[in-house]
């Protein structure tokens, strides 16, 4: 019994001993202090000759040491083993590359290519080593030699970033397409590898590459595949109807199974104001799809497009449309987007909210689950505000809040519940609400949150009165309702009467806006302007940069200018909302091939 305890004790202190020699070792080495790094890595080889990260170890200490004849002797000795570890051989030769004997090197190198010819799963290993010693070419052939020897191992992966990194781009696509047609991971992963080198500009050299691949390969295998990639690069490239062509041809080759993809094009290419391009996809959808609730999405879509900058005779045609629409769907539950879509036609274009409301009361008898009804009584609360009954919006807002507390509609149903209240002049409440959406799961929500928050809580402490923060409030209850000369004329009431109040920036911020919409695009520089240059550390500063670069590069073509102001973001403003689409216009503006 005591001979067994010795032995355990034993076992205890020599594990314990070498645990804290491969800390010492690791530790030093990393702090530089080769001189003693190496006494530890000598001992721990010499009880461990087995253990390959402590020869490699020993070998960096001498290197580091310029100790280039120790580990020529100490790899020379590791070589001599019949079952040596391939990556020993590159080692050597790297230690010849250090001491500037190409030649010596070249053969130890082939030497360990040649271990590949011997175990082709020694493939990886030596091409990730030669890979760390930025030795490419001999990577690639580490690589190539394995996947010919034995077909099942598959390194295009890596066999990309070494092409991307030579910048053989050619290649480099190839190896990404190759994982993609043997499944060997995501489309999404590869795609977003090949975004970091393509830009907008179907000009570009890059982008121009990718589809002369893609083509290549739909002529050797036309496999449903490459029209599915040509979209995803005509999307990158914003042409809309050349992915619209490889989307329709796409549907008639899966015999007209779904029309997903053909409605997310349609839904990007509005999203991106391309309605010519939109109008196509939607109006194909129309044409050809059996399934009436996706064909009524699509004529919904339609009739937004028509709606853009739609008066008068425009407005009467698609009341028109509406009209057929209902006739032929009805009030059912399964096209709550219809009633939903007319209502707010009938609200926010006609003015005329009486029916609309009616309307949406009819549909909450419908049986409907509860998301549905959620959405029903959402778009029934912002119609009773555009007419101003803010205490019956408040009454369903609060009910989709407590029905879908821990739901992202729960959330836009409070911060509703706080603008409401702050239309209404009750501030007090609208910012008790403010307060628990700070912390939403929705950017968008917690940044609104956090703005109107600060909107109200800075203009309450500097004027007790709030005679300020009640015209803005009414101010944007004008803007809400469409009503943006009165809006905007309201801002003028008060950038007028109370300069030099803390309100002042977020008057000028919400004029600009509206100015915007307006196509009052001079006047709308002119209120940015004076934000970034008078407001610099106010919270409206970030704001006011991005609206002007959105300006700049949207409207008014001015790149350089809209570069400046995408910079002061990058720059002065890293923790703001718009960071990270600053930095991707910004690097796009300057030329470079981004994600």
Request: hydrophobic share 40%.
């Amino acid at each position: 019994m005591r001979y067994l305890l010795f032995l355990i004790s034993y076992f205890v202190f020599q594990t314990f001993s070498y645990a804290q020699e491969d800390f010492l070792a690791k530790q030093y080495f990393n702090d530089g202090d080769y001189e003693k790094a190496v006494v530890f890595y000598e001992k721990l080889v010499q009880k461990n000759p087995r253990r390959t990260d402590y020869s490699e170890g020993l070998v960096a200490c001498y290197q580091q040491l310029e100790r280039y004849i120790d580990a020529e002797n100490f790899l020379l000795k590791k070589i001599e083993d019949t079952y040596a570890f391939p990556t020993f051989f590159i080692e050597l030769g790297y230690n010849y590359t250090l001491q500037n004997q190409p030649d010596k090197s070249t053969t130890y190198y082939n030497m360990a290519l040649q271990k590949i010819e011997e175990n082709p799963n020694f493939g990886y290993s030596v091409g990730y080593r030669f890979q760390k010693y930025a030795l490419l070419d001999y990577a690639i052939e580490a690589y190539t030699r394995a996947m010919i020897l034995k077909p099942d191992l598959n390194y295009d992966f890596q066999l990309a970033r070494i092409y991307g990194e030579q910048g053989d781009i050619e290649k480099m696509y190839q190896s990404y397409l190759n994982l993609i047609v043997e499944g060997r991971t995501s489309r999404s992963n590869i795609l977003r590898n090949l975004d970091d080198f393509i830009s907008e500009e179907p000009s570009n050299t890059n982008n121009i590459l990718l589809r002369k691949v893609l083509l290549k390969n739909a002529q050797k295998n036309p496999d449903i595949l490459w029209n599915e990639l040509l979209s995803w690069l005509f999307i990158q490239q914003k042409q809309y109807k050349s992915a619209f062509g490889q989307e329709k041809a796409i549907y008639k080759r899966t015999d007209g199974t779904s029309m997903d993809r053909l409605n997310s094009l349609g839904q990007i290419a509005l999203e991106d104001k391309d309605y010519e391009s939109a109008t196509f996809v939607f109006e194909f959808i129309v044409e050809n799809n059996n399934d009436p609730v996706a064909k009524l999405n699509a004529e919904l879509h339609l009739i937004d497009i028509e709606l853009v900058d739609a008066t008068g005779k425009k407005l009467d045609a698609v009341e028109k449309k509406f009209n057929e629409l209902v006739s032929e769907y009805g009030n059912e539950s399964r096209t709550l987007q219809l009633q939903i879509a007319y209502a707010n036609f009938l609200t926010f274009k006609r003015e005329n909210a009486a029916p609309a409301i009616d309307m949406l009361k009819e549909s909450l008898k419908l049986p409907l689950g509860r998301m549905g009804k959620a959405y029903v009584k959402l778009a029934l609360g912002d119609i009773l505000v555009f007419d101003q009954k803010f205490n019956q919006a408040l009454i369903y807002f609060t009910q989709v809040q407590k029905s879908l507390k821990n739901d992202v509609l729960g959330q836009d149903a409070r911060f509703k519940v706080a603008q409401t209240s702050f239309y209404k002049g009750d501030f007090d409440w609208a910012l008790t609400q403010l307060k628990v959406l700070r912390g939403s799961t929705s950017q968008l929500i917690a940044n609104d949150a956090m703005q109107l928050s600060l909107l109200i809580s800075d203009n309450s402490l500097e004027d007790s009165t709030q005679t300020a923060l009640k015209k803005y409030a009414r101010a944007d209850l004008l803007a809400y309702q469409n009503k943006n000369k009165e809006a905007i004329d309201a801002l003028e009431d008060i950038l007028q009467n109370h300069k030099g109040e803390k309100i002042e920036d977020e008057a000028l911020l919400r004029q600009a806006q509206l100015l915007e919409n307006q196509k009052s695009h001079a006047d709308a520089e002119f209120n940015y302007q004076k934000i970034v240059e008078f407001y610099a550390d106010g919270i409206l500063a970030d704001d006011a940069h991005f609206a002007l670069g959105e300006l700049y590069r949207t409207e008014l073509n001015q790149p350089e200018k809209a570069k400046a102001h995408y910079e002061k973001i990058i720059y002065n403003y890293q923790d703001s909302y718009y960071f990270p689409k600053a930095r991707k216009h910004f690097r796009r503006l300057r030329g470079d091939a981004i994600n």
